[in-house]
């Protein structure tokens, strides 16, 4: 089956609990060649909530940098093993109960870089729309599309499609006309020129009327008009030869007739050939009827002479014009009289179309008010409920709210920008999300949004999303992200034991040293090792204390 067929007929999974219930496509396996400290991973990769920790410098975030790559990030070249050549991620889709897709990325240590999905060679763009639309990173300094106010607009526009389209279908008719009507309004000099020139070309053709084929014939009149007198001359030698000379062919062969009229009476031959001579004697003196009329007609009649020689010249000014062939005239003509009816269409559309534009303008602004009314009733709900959230994950005093400020003229997507605005510390005014959040705000930001509204690709990952925040603020977010991946995959980079123990799977990212190069590993921790990773991250060492303390975080996940 093709990576398109798979694609259309794709369904989720079975899956072992805790999954996802509406996960989609799910990322089964990442594997990475040559990336950083990686020199060779296949990671097999599983449904639900998946945490990935390991001390500092062990490169946790190498697995967020090769999907980085499949997602058509910008390739750095540094990102490349030392003394390799190139590196190589593909990332591979559970996208039916039997069906697996692939999406890779190879980026040489020359720059160049080549997407493939299944196998086929396409874009980076098209690399990374495809992967877009099955996982989402939300990572420290990196959410970009939280920051762009097209994104912001979505947030309240998600439950509003009729709104929306409305506005959008009536934006698109007025924007139409009224670029019709501006170029309209441009081209009415050079439209009242053109009218004039085709005007007068399309009645000059039609004032000949020329006929495919007509030269030809007028040609030959015009040139034995022109040598008439040549004509009888040679027709008068003829009659002279045939008829009125002392000797003449038809004197001859009427003697001839005679002679052979003693012999016919006793012999058929003769009388045969008598009758064949009078039958030459009787062509003989129609050919001198008509010689006689060509000797006496040595002189054109004038008149027709300057009828024929006026009709090909006229036809000759059209060629010179229009052609090089007849054909071509009347093709010009053609083109010229469907030219002229659109440019008289226009000079008539251009005094109504004005109203017409007025009368969209008018549509636009109902559409644009309904729609920023529309949008005001979400906004103030929507804000409430992602501020419980964020607070819950250690912003305690985060202030957010939707602003509309309304546009000079209306815009693509409405009568007003909408912009996120956001405050985490007490006392501060609120300013735009992208001039005041930190990285890490940004992520428990988006995590908010992930869960209140619910994330938009399959599987999400967070990197990072833990910064600056520990004890019930960490425990929030490892509630949050939990949340989450009932209904999402959802990968997490986290320094935080509180964070890994609540996941459902518990990846450890290993940095060791072969052969004098350093190699990071990823592995799926048994619940032993995850133990000791736990109490790791608590207390930097497997102490009696901080085991006791990682056993409380794992008895209190679910």
Not at 422 to 434: C, I, M, Q, R, V
Not at 455 to 462: L, W
Request: glycine content about 8%; proline content about 4%; overall charge negative.
């Amino acid at each position: 089956m093709t990576r398109k067929a798979r694609a259309a007929t794709s369904s989720p999974v079975p899956r072992s609990a805790p999954s996802p219930a509406r996960a989609g496509p799910l990322l089964s396996r990442l594997e990475v060649r040559n990336l950083a400290t990686i020199r060779d991973l296949t990671l097999e990769l599983r449904p639900g909530f998946s945490a990935f920790t390991g001390e500092t410098g062990a490169g946790k975030s190498i697995i967020v940098d090769a999907l980085g790559l499949l997602l058509g990030g910008r390739s750095n070249t540094d990102l490349i093993r030392s003394g390799e050549e190139s590196l190589l991620v593909t990332g591979f889709w559970n996208e039916g109960r039997s069906d697996e897709c692939s999406a890779s990325r190879r980026v040489t240590a020359g720059g160049r870089s080549t997407a493939r999905l299944d196998g086929e060679v396409v874009s980076v763009r098209e690399l990374g729309e495809w992967v877009s639309s099955r996982l989402t990173i939300h990572w420290q300094h990196s959410a970009l599309s939280l920051l762009t106010p097209a994104y912001q607009r979505t947030l309240l526009d998600r439950p509003l499609p009729e709104e929306v389209q409305a506005y959008e279908a009536a934006y698109r008719a007025w924007t139409d006309a009224r670029a019709r009507l501006e170029r309209l309004r441009a081209q009415g000099r050079e439209r009242a020129r053109q009218l004039d020139l085709l005007s007068f070309q399309v009645q000059e053709i039609a004032a000949v009327a020329p006929q495919p084929g007509e030269e030809e014939p007028l040609s030959a009149e015009l040139t034995r008009l022109s040598n008439l007198e040549t004509i009888a001359l040679g027709a008068a030698g003829a009659l002279d030869l045939l008829s009125d000379g002392e000797t003449s062919a038809a004197g001859l062969l009427a003697d001839a007739v005679k002679a052979l009229g003693v012999g016919a009476k006793y012999d058929e031959t003769s009388a045969q050939l008598q009758r064949d001579l009078r039958e030459a004697l009787s062509s003989v003196q129609a050919v001198v009827g008509e010689l006689r009329s060509l000797a006496e007609d040595s002189a054109p009649d004038p008149e027709e002479l300057a009828r024929v020689e006026a009709r090909l010249s006229a036809l000759g000014k059209l060629r010179a014009k229009y052609g090089p062939t007849l054909e071509d005239v009347l093709a010009f003509q053609a083109k010229a009289e469907q030219e002229l009816a659109e440019l008289t269409r226009d000079e008539q559309d251009a005094g109504t179309l004005e109203a017409e534009v007025d009368r969209l303008f008018a549509e636009v602004q109902r559409a644009g008010k309904a729609l920023d009314a529309a949008r005001a009733r979400q906004a103030s709900p929507l804000a409430a409920s992602l501020v419980n959230v964020i607070r819950e994950l250690g912003m305690p005093h985060a202030r957010l709210e939707f602003r509309l400020s309304p546009l000079g003229q209306p815009g693509p997507t409405g009568l007003s920008d909408v912009t996120l605005h956001f405050t985490a510390n007490p006392g501060e005014s609120l300013g735009p999300l992208a001039d005041i959040a930190s990285g890490g705000e940004l992520s428990r930001v988006m995590l908010a949004i992930s869960t209140v509204l619910g994330a938009e690709t399959p599987a999400v990952v967070f990197d990072e999303v833990d910064a600056g925040i520990g004890g019930a603020a960490a425990l929030a977010v490892a509630e949050q992200l939990s949340q989450l991946a009932r209904e999402r995959q959802v990968l997490v980079v986290t320094h935080l034991a509180q964070i890994a123990a609540r996941a459902d799977h518990h990846y450890k990212v290993e940095k060791q040293v072969e052969g004098g190069r350093t190699i990071s590993r990823v592995r799926l921790l048994n619940p032993e090792e995850r133990l000791e990773e736990i109490a790791r991250m608590l207390g930097g060492k497997a102490s009696e204390a901080a085991l006791s303390h990682a056993q409380e975080l794992l008895a209190g996940r679910g």
